[in-house]
């Protein structure tokens, strides 16, 4: 079946630095991927979606600027969490569609801990 | 805004009993999932029920779909230990955005 490789599975680091987020498909293109956060005992919340060779559309509330999505082939997205702050400390979850529209499977990686101190 | 509403938050029954989880969504969608994730892993694909009346089971778990009343249910049968994990809806919108439930956390006691 089709596998959605995330690398690293933990970060921990200081206040100020800047953390990159691999999503990799591993036996398929994504035209498509999504970036979830997952806060301690809550649920999935979608962050932005990317579009191979195109600008990440964020959701409302998500920072742009301060979480930087390049999707520059159909195998590979990667998130920046730039000068990451305790407050950042999260679950992260890429997941990866074959397709454009509605109808298309996702696959999800195994997520990212990163830990802020 | 999109609310999806998954009732109970938390779960606690005993083994060999049943529930049901509901997932109640607020926009119009054919299509919703049901996913699994255990402390600290990511998510285990359940159910993908593609149309209104759908209805898929695996093992003790049996989830349905009604579009008209924008609501899924995932029942389970007979409980065990096993089961104990926290089960999430999504329901898909167009542009294949997924857009998760509140989550049922769900312990099963001996």
């Known amino acids: 079946g089709a596998v959605v490789s995330q690398h690293p599975s933990r970060v921990i680091c200081k206040s100020g630095t800047s953390v990159k987020i691999e999503c990799r498909s591993l036996d398929f293109q994504a035209t498509t991927m999504f970036w979830y956060r997952q806060f301690p005992k809550q649920s999935l919340m979608l962050m932005a979606t990317s579009n191979e060779g195109s600008k990440a559309t964020y959701e409302q509330g998500v920072e742009k600027d301060k979480f930087l999505i390049n999707h520059a082939s159909l195998t590979l997205s990667t998130l920046t969490v730039t000068s990451a702050h305790p407050e950042d400390s999260s679950f992260y979850i890429c997941s990866a569609s074959g397709g454009q529209g509605f109808g298309q499977p996702q696959h999800f990686g195994d997520g990212t801990r990163l830990s802020i101190l | 805004e999109l609310k999806v509403e998954q009732n109970p938050l938390f779960l606690s029954m005993q083994e060999g009993k049943n529930y049901t989880i509901y997932c109640n969504y607020s926009?119009?969608?054919?299509?919703l999932y049901w996913y699994r994730q255990d402390p600290g892993k990511s998510l285990e694909s359940l159910f993908v029920l593609l149309s209104n009346g759908a209805v898929k089971q695996e093992g003790r778990l049996m989830a349905s779909l009604d579009t008209k009343a924008r609501l899924s249910t995932l029942h389970i049968t007979a409980a065990v230990h096993d089961l104990s994990a926290t089960y999430f809806c999504a329901v898909e919108t167009w542009g294949n955005q997924f857009y998760f439930g509140t989550g049922t956390s769900l312990t099963v006691i001996p």
């Open positions: 926009t119009t969608s054919d299509r």
